[in-house]
């Protein structure tokens, strides 16, 4: 079984990736995983705020692969939370590039927080040094969409950006200042309040939006789930494979829970050197719910997209894996 166990530092060997792999990926937590590749190959992956079985506060931990396989802990994007906000934990990061640049945009929330925030912090490098903005990008209450979490940042060939977030309050979308630092318009709504966890990835002329829903955080009773609709839009409309909106009740499934698994959510997504893409996701094993300090344990798995009829399909639909598999095609 090919995994890390936080704490523990793999050195990252550039001969010979990993030939098979069984999930978790990461584990006992990488909660909300966000992939980027960077430029030489190397993937990093950012995941929510945890104190680990270590007892140690980590907020936004970091880590790499060469192989989406076998990970190594590299450090966190902050020491302290930004002090623009009062209170909250730094959720759900989402990481692109733009000319050259490293953008973290991240949720700064507590639970059930009647104005949660979206903020950014940049980069030159995947590993740092983080420079905050030393501001929200938006607050709900500026924005004047409930529970303001979750972002997803998309960057059009032509520059343009759009931020699109939300949770359990409709899944909304706003063009950005040329910066990228605050909303440049009036937010869309693109799909209903039974989703959170936006993630939008393009393929053969359709943007697909991968989102979840049901409780992401209830130990063994997680009933997290993902689904997908697909535009020809990135403002939709999003429709699933009978033409159902996304914005009234439709969705096709992509994730559920099986007798191994359960709460499969929060998703971004991975394309290896043979073109596969991946998802990853975290996920809950009921067997060990639950982290020393009491949170929900939710490591980070992965499993291969299979495209089929113009729709992913993970594991014959039969949920996340859990036996060993053949790994990502990876090249060095």
């Not at 994007?77 to 959720?91: M, T, Y």
């Not at 971004?268 to 639950?290: C, E, F, I, K, Q």
């Not at 036996?323 to 990502?328: K, V």
């Amino acid at each position: 079984m090919r995994r890390v166990l936080i704490g523990t530092l793999l050195a990252l060997v550039g001969a010979g990736a990993a030939q098979t792999y069984t999930n978790p990926v990461i584990a006992p937590v990488a909660a909300d995983p966000a992939v980027i590749r960077d430029e030489d190959g190397t993937w990093y992956l950012y995941a929510t705020q945890d104190r680990w079985d270590d007892g140690v506060e980590h907020y936004i931990p970091t880590f790499r692969s060469r192989d989406l396989v076998s990970w190594e802990f590299v450090g966190d994007v902050f020491r302290s939370p930004p002090s623009w906000k009062r209170q909250g934990f730094l959720w759900a990061p989402d990481v692109s590039v733009v000319d050259g640049v490293y953008h973290l945009y991240y949720s700064y929330s507590t639970w059930g927080d009647p104005n949660p925030c979206i903020g950014l912090a940049r980069a030159p490098s995947p590993t740092g040094p983080w420079e905050d903005l030393g501001r929200p990008v938006f607050c709900s209450e500026d924005i004047g969409v409930r529970n303001s979490i979750d972002p997803f940042h998309h960057v059009a060939a032509d520059g343009t950006r759009t931020l699109i977030w939300g949770s359990f309050n409709g899944i909304h979308a706003v063009a950005l200042s040329p910066d990228g630092t605050e909303p440049a318009g009036e937010p869309v709504r693109i799909a209903d309040t039974r989703f959170e966890a936006a993630y939008v990835i393009e393929r053969d002329g359709y943007y697909y939006l991968l989102v979840s829903s049901g409780s992401c955080c209830e130990g063994a009773s997680s009933s997290y789930a993902t689904w997908v609709g697909r535009s020809e839009s990135l403002l939709g409309p999003y429709v699933d494979d009978l033409g159902r909106s996304l914005r009234a009740g439709g969705g096709r499934l992509v994730l559920y829970r099986n007798d191994v698994w359960v709460g499969p959510g929060h998703v971004s997504v991975a394309r290896d050197d043979a073109g596969d893409d991946w998802l990853v996701y975290h996920a809950v094993d009921p067997s060990r719910p639950h982290l020393r300090s009491g949170a929900t344990r939710r490591p980070a798995l992965i499993d291969r997209i299979e495209w089929v009829d113009g729709w992913p399909v993970v594991n014959g639909g039969e949920g996340p894996s859990a036996d060993e598999r053949p790994a990502p095609a990876v090249r060095w």
